[in-house]
């Protein structure tokens, strides 16, 4: 079956730093998203991307976050200035074309900022 | 938003038994709702959905039921396995938005 994959699985960097996370989504869904967890916390939307640009974001995506379908298989999350408060897991998701709530999750990238 | 903190309500329930877990929703104006499971180590994963006009849902094992006037959904597991320990988190969509928007966590944990 496939499946959404995601590396890192962990991501260790010092804060200031840039990291880029990356997914390759499922092969025939069209919708990308980006979510992430702080520890013991809900899921938390980021953005999603269709047809090569944003075409969402949430209050959290700000400047410091950029996203990217460099190819046609990955897709990537980049933080350009890494705050402790950026600790969290990180997921993508991918979707086809209908159902937008059923949502195809990796199993995500551990952020953590010292 | 609110602070959820370390501690999720846990249900704990033996190998067999039924299982309902509760979720309290925010947005009336929410399309569908729907069931993720969460297992250690993992993203979220589907499990079944509920559009807004229906009350109930029945799926493999697991039934949703959705209560408009007061705002509540619940899952319940049939006859629950140790693999249905997990996390589970309900969320909303609407038409025409790409987001979910995630619920608080229930933990469960079955006991053989």
């Known amino acids: 079956e496939p499946e959404v994959t995601q590396t890192p699985s962990h991501q260790v960097t010092q804060m200031g730093q840039e990291v880029i996370l990356r997914c390759v989504p499922i092969?025939?869904?069209?919708?990308f998203y980006w979510y992430r967890q702080i520890l013991g916390q809900k899921v938390e939307f980021l953005v999603s991307?269709?047809?090569?640009?944003?075409?969402?974001k949430s209050e959290i995506f700000d400047d410091q976050f950029s996203v990217e379908r460099p190819d046609g298989s990955n897709f990537t999350l980049k933080i350009r200035s890494t705050k402790l408060e950026d600790s969290a897991m990180y997921f993508c998701a991918s979707r086809p074309q209908v159902r937008p709530y059923e949502q195809y999750f990796g199993p995500g990238t551990r952020l953590t900022v010292t | 938003g609110e602070s959820v903190g370390l501690h999720l309500p846990t249900l704990s329930v033996q190998e067999g038994d039924n299982s309902i877990i509760n979720c309290a929703y925010s947005?009336?104006?929410?399309?569908?709702f729907i069931w993720y499971k969460q297992e250690s180590g993992k993203g979220p994963q589907f499990i079944i959905d509920?559009?807004?006009?229906?009350d109930k849902r029945q799926g493999q094992r697991v039934t949703v039921l959705l209560n408009k006037t007061v705002k509540h959904l619940s899952l319940q597991i049939a006859a629950t396995q140790p693999g249905d320990s997990a996390v589970y988190f309900c969320a909303e969509n609407s038409e025409g938005n790409n987001r979910l928007a995630f619920g608080k966590g229930n933990q469960v944990v079955v006991i053989p």
């Open positions: 947005n009336s104006a929410s399309d569908y």
């Open positions: 092969s025939n869904h069209l919708y």
């Open positions: 509920i559009r807004s006009n229906m």
């Open positions: 991307f269709y047809n090569n640009e944003i075409s969402e």
